[in-house]
């Protein structure tokens, strides 16, 4: 296959895609595809029987039942998929292995030399063929004989093997690489130099040879990808050109002798010798750029397999019993807790030559038996690749029902989409910081090597479910909380006490500090202080300390803070009902405005300023019959005309302030203005919160361009020609400096601002989203807002941002121990130096991300740590310290670090440093950046932590093998890769948006939830099981909820049952279901009640409300929907997941070689 042929010219990958000469349209989305026949086997209905997995088996999910399109070929082994090669076997959960597919294009004309698409099973064998079960003995549908050359997993002649018994598939054609996996690791494997490829991280040169080449200019796609040409397998007879090859192709038999007689191996394998060098002999060569990218299988490896020296390996069937109701194909064996993957020749070795290669690939004598009739030819199967919806499932069974006690150094947290419960013994939660790795390398050169970027979101007042303990908080009286002398570290249940507790030494930076004689106590025989288990900071990861004078301002302690409402009563406003809105609403939320815990009331004053191209100040002093308007209309020098009245305590002037929100909308009810300031709007409410001498935020709602003479002032400057130019990272910068400059000084006073934007046309986001994202503010967006669809997710989030738990003022810094240090930052904040974290506001829905590097050696013994310390003042005014402490482990073995690690964090990461990137570099070369650097994460686990194995085999770590489809999604996206409809506002607002993402939401922001609804349980609370991301996976006659965070969608087959229509929405007919209504109608059946509970459960999960969109199949907002299933092709040239896996894959390939 040709990896990189020059003939064939096109857009760039990424942009959108006339069509590969020379192939049928795709049968991906809908349409079956020509010349496949159709599957011998049924749709695939749920896992096998008898299989008793600690977890659903990770090739496929249960409850899917969809039918099958074309015979996609099976790949059931979470261990590797190759389109018709399954291979190594699942092992238990907790290592099990994972896979992903690859493929790569071939010119028009040219036959697929691929040996996989050739299984006819469609997820799996029926379960009545075979059965599964987790070690000891596991058999695995639809895998086929391990191949023919696996260095390193089995010994030829002797013992019979202790794992992975190779199984022939009976239905494929094809040679699958088993694996032995009960090998122990070698001791002391060493992992090579570092690679020479420059690191990609950090900066946004991506060089090197995984430099994306654009899909257009490959050629055709990948043979994985369901275009209308079958892929044209080897064993079709087609003569294989190989130096060193004679007689048919060896790798894509399968022998069907009994198993233990048979002719020598054929060695599929790498390099001259037909045979694996024996034992203590280094292993083969990687793979000459003979076979092609994408023709290999996937494998995800659970981390720690280091595979013994190579052993010649069989082909045929090992020794063994035969197995009763399997024709031909033997059984597989159980592997243990480490399978290597597929080892060579197991997808795709012996080939002709291919264009761009450099001469035919030489490949080992054929000893083989001879070739099994071709197999008619399929495309690869969808099912074969990492499934996340797999991944999750397997998670939740595994890791849900226990709680998660974080007493141990460097555990990894069960996933975001799993519930589960933490109980601090010394770690913070993973609700308050998850990490991209757990495991960090302990030198710099190591961490260079693999390229995973170490890095901690964190959350520091995220909010936690009522069945856990919020942390404590801690009063020390005047002295204030105990430090470390040197580094000002806060004491945590790591500091080390000496000398019968007088001193102690910080486990940051190991200065001695004397112990002040009020906290002195006495140790016990382990060292451990005896109040050890009463004081929060020695035996919890977070807590709270209440700050003395010293942590305050001016050396004074704050006022509690205030809120002002700032309304926008322009034309447009006014028009749509907005205002009249929004005082209804305020009439009644003011009562539920935040307060400490045991507060009758709330600590918090308010105050109401209304504006268009002037401002409006109101006096609503409790003793004032009615309130006073105050008109500014210089407002290029912006002062608050009145102190006394402005602020007021809701409970003591609520007649005045409800009488002025029953007037506003009366007041400028025929107003024709239509033109507004902004900037002046947020300068007087800083001023107001300054001469209040307190903190606050502002609430500003705004409805159009500020183009009113003023301060602040901005043209319309979109211009989609930019788009895809290297001016395009203009339209993410704003426009002037002065909202910089202003962002500034509403930090240095305290001054939040949350803007609720409502436009009609273009607003400049990039620009006016400045001083909230700066102030660690909010942005909501409501295009064409219209009173009836959209004033319920108005004001819901309305509610949730005016009660939520917030602190201002905030400093945050980051400790860590000796060895590495917090270099880079990303979220909604501002800093003015390198090490502290400014927020006007903190809320309990804000992430900061932090990434680390090393500026010394770490020590296995004694891991890293980091301490997260965030002063604030609290809704009451109060002064406080939120410390969240994490102990990491260290390793001096790559494989420990790829076994550590959390993929959702790590996408999390990607996705800020990308949006970030945007900034400063043109998108093509922050995609560039991406890609490359997952390809060296990935190229370097397969050359240091792999079994040895062909490099047709794509091989991932058993957790990253999720880093491709999540990559993919993170590429597609709106912000990186744009399609028509997609407007520059958009782009900025989900740019900001997903700065401060924690990781649970980018999680089903880039690969979002979609749930099967006619398969709900009416008596059980637990959802049905969701399912990917692609069309092919809807049924025509079912009902789909789909959510990502901010848009939920309700998805209606044109084939669904009349009684369930009639059920959910109350009318008789498909034909007759409103798509405009935005509410689901209150229906008393079970059906009604379940769906409609579901959809408030997943609104209310969310910060932003999100607004239900009913999509009826073919119907206009059908198009819309489509853009969400993330493994398809994108109408705007996205690659889907099977294409983006091959690229992934040569990629790897040329970094490998």
């Known amino acids: 296959m040709s990896v990189n042929p020059q003939t064939h010219t096109g857009p760039p990958y990424g942009q959108p895609q006339p069509g590969y000469p020379g192939y049928l349209p795709p049968g991906y989305g809908g349409q079956p595809i020509p010349s496949v026949p159709a599957s011998q086997y049924g749709a695939y209905n749920g896992p096998m029987t008898g299989y008793q997995p600690a977890g659903p088996p990770q090739g496929y999910f249960p409850t899917l039942g969809f039918s099958s399109k074309g015979s996609p070929v099976s790949l059931d082994s979470d261990a590797s998929f190759a389109p018709n090669f399954l291979g190594s076997l699942r092992t238990p959960a907790t290592s099990g292995a994972a896979a992903s597919t690859s493929g790569t294009s071939v010119p028009p004309g040219q036959p697929l030399y691929s040996q996989f698409g050739q299984g006819d099973v469609h997820n799996g064998i029926p379960a009545s063929t075979v059965q599964l079960q987790r070690p000891p003995q596991q058999f695995m549908p639809g895998t086929t004989p391990a191949s023919a050359n696996q260095p ?357 930076c190991s200065c001695v500090t004397e112990v002040p004689s009020h906290y002195f106590q006495h140790l016990d025989h382990t060292g451990r202080r005896v109040d050890y288990y009463d004081r929060p900071e020695l035996s919890l990861g977070s807590y709270e300390f209440l700050a003395t004078v010293d942590y305050c301002k001016n050396n004074k302690y704050p006022n509690p803070p205030a809120y002002i409402f700032m309304i926008d009563v322009s034309y447009n406003a006014i028009r749509s009902g907005l205002v009249r809105l929004i005082c209804e609403e305020l009439k009644t939320l003011l009562d539920y405005l935040p307060r400490e815990g045991n507060m009758e009331e709330s600590a918090i004053r308010v105050g109401f300023v209304t504006y268009n191209k002037v401002l409006h100040f109101y006096n609503v002093k409790s003793s004032l019959a009615q309130p006073q308007m105050m008109v500014v209309s210089d407002v290029a020098d912006m002062f608050v005309p009145l102190l006394d009245g402005f602020l007021v305590n809701v409970n003591e002037s609520r007649t005045v302030f409800t009488s002025l929100l029953d007037q506003i909308p009366e007041m400028f009810a025929d107003t024709r203005e239509t033109e507004t300031v902004f900037g002046p709007v947020i300068q007087a409410g800083m001023e107001a919160l300054k001469a209040a001498e307190c903190a606050g935020k502002l609430f500003i709602f705004h409805t159009s361009l500020p183009i009113a003479e003023a301060p602040g002032k901005l043209k319309n400057r979109d211009d989609k020609k930019l788009i895809n130019t290297d001016k395009e990272k203009t339209l993410f910068q704003p426009q002037t400096a002065f909202y910089n400059n202003l962002a500034k000084e509403c930090v240095a006073q305290g001054c939040c601002v949350d803007l609720f934007l409502f436009p009609n046309q273009y607003l400049d986001v990039a620009t006016l989203g400045v001083v909230p994202y700066q102030t660690g503010g909010s942005l909501y967006k409501y295009t064409f807002f219209q009173v009836e669809t959209d004033q319920e997710r108005f004001l819901n989030d309305l509610r949730r941002d005016v009660q939520k738990e917030v602190g201002f003022d905030a400093v945050m810094r980051v400790r860590t121990s000796t060895g590495i240090r917090a270099t880079d930052f990303f979220g909604a904040f501002y800093m003015s130096n390198t090490t502290d974290v400014e927020l006007a506001g903190l809320d309990c829905d804000k992430t900061i991300t932090v990434e680390f590097k090393h500026d010394d050696k770490l020590n296995e013994e004694s891991g890293a740590l980091l301490q997260c310390a965030v002063l604030y003042t609290s809704c009451a005014g109060q002064r406080r310290l939120r410390i969240h402490n ?104 989900i740019r900001q948006l997903v700065t401060s993402m924690d990781v649970a939401e980018t999680n089903v922001f880039f690969y979002p939830r979609l749930l099967p609804l006619t398969k709900v349980d009416f008596n059980s609370d637990s959802l049905p099981t969701a399912i990917r991301n692609s069309e092919e996976r809807l049924s025509k006659g079912d009902i789909y909820l789909l959510e990502n965070g901010l848009n939920i969608f309700l998805w209606v087959g044109v084939n669904v049952q009349q009684g369930l229509i009639q059920n959910l929405f109350g009318v008789s007919s498909f034909s007759q279901i409103n798509s405009s209504m935005c509410v689901l109608p209150i229906l008393d059946n079970p059906f009604s009640k379940r769906v409609r509970s579901i959809i408030e459960m997943f609104q209310s999960q969310r910060p932003h409300y999100m607004k239900l969109m009913i999509v009826k199949q073919e119907d206009k907002l059908d198009l819309l929907f489509k853009h969400f299933l993330v493994e398809d092709k994108s109408m705007n040239g996205g690659a889907s997941y099977v294409d983006f896996l091959c690229h992934m894959h040569k990629e790897i390939r040329q970094l490998l070689s």
């Open 152 to 508: 390193a997993t089995f010994q030829q002649y002797g013992l019979p093997p202790t794992s992975t018994q190779q199984l022939t598939n009976h239905m494929a054609g094809m040679q699958i690489g088993g694996t032995s996996a009960s090998v122990p690791a070698l001791a002391g494997m060493s992992y090579g130099p570092p690679t020479s490829v420059p690191p990609a991280s950090g900066s946004f040169t991506a060089t090197g040879a995984g430099q994306y080449v654009s899909y257009a200019n490959q050629g055709p796609p990948p043979p994985t990808i369901p275009q209308g040409l079958p892929p044209t397998s080897l064993s079709q007879g087609l003569p294989v050109a190989q130096a060193a090859v004679s007689g048919p192709p060896s790798a894509p038999h399968l022998s069907s002798q009994p198993p233990g007689f048979g002719p020598p191996p054929l060695s599929s394998g790498i390099g001259a010798s037909s045979y694996a060098p024996a034992a203590g002999i280094s292993r083969p060569p990687s793979m000459p750029a003979g076979s092609l990218p994408g023709s290999g299988l996937i494998t995800s490896q659970p981390n720690h397999v280091t595979s013994p020296p190579p052993q010649p390996s069989m082909t045929g069937p090992l020794p063994g019993p035969p197995m009763a109701g399997l024709q031909g194909p033997p059984p597989t064996h159980p592997s243990q807790p480490a399978y290597a993957p597929q080892q060579n020749g197991s997808f795709g070795q012996n080939r002709g030559n291919q264009p761009n290669y450099g001469a035919a690939y030489s490949g080992p004598a054929n000893y083989g038996s001879p070739p099994a009739p071709a197999p008619p030819p399929k495309r690869l199967d969808p099912d074969s690749i990492p499934s996340p919806i797999q991944v999750i499932e397997d998670d939740r069974n595994n890791r849900g029902s226990e709680p998660f006690v974080t007493g141990v150094r460097g555990q990894v947290p069960p996933l975001v989409t799993t519930n589960f419960l933490v109980k601090d013994q010394g770690n913070a939660s993973p609700r308050y910081i998850r990490c991209t790795s757990y495991n960090i390398p302990c030198t710099s050169d190591m961490a260079k090597q693999s390229q995973v970027p170490l890095a901690a979101v964190i959350k520091p007042l995220a909010s936690l479910p009522t069945e856990e303990i919020p942390p404590y908080l801690v009063d020390h009286g005047e002295s204030g909380p105990i430090r470390c002398n040197r580094c000002k570290a806060y004491m945590c249940p790591f500091m080390q006490f000496i000398e019968g507790g007088r001193r102690f030494q910080c486990c940051f």
């Open 886 to 989: 994490l102990s990491l482990s260290c390793c001096t073995q790559l494989a420990d670090l790829y076994r550590n690690c959390e993929t959702d964090t790590l996408i999390n990461y990607l996705a800020k440093f990308a949006y970030r990137g945007i900034l400063n570099n043109p998108v093509k070369t922050v995609r560039d950046t991406l890609i490359n650097q997952c390809a060296q994460i990935l190229a370097c686990y397969r050359k240091n932590c792999a079994s040895p194995s062909s490099a047709g085999q794509l091989i991932l770590p058993e957790c990253m093998k999720l880093l491709p489809v999540y990559l993919n999604c993170v590429l597609k996206s709106d912000v990186l890769q744009p399609g028509s409809e997609v407007t520059t506002d958009d782009r900025s607002y």
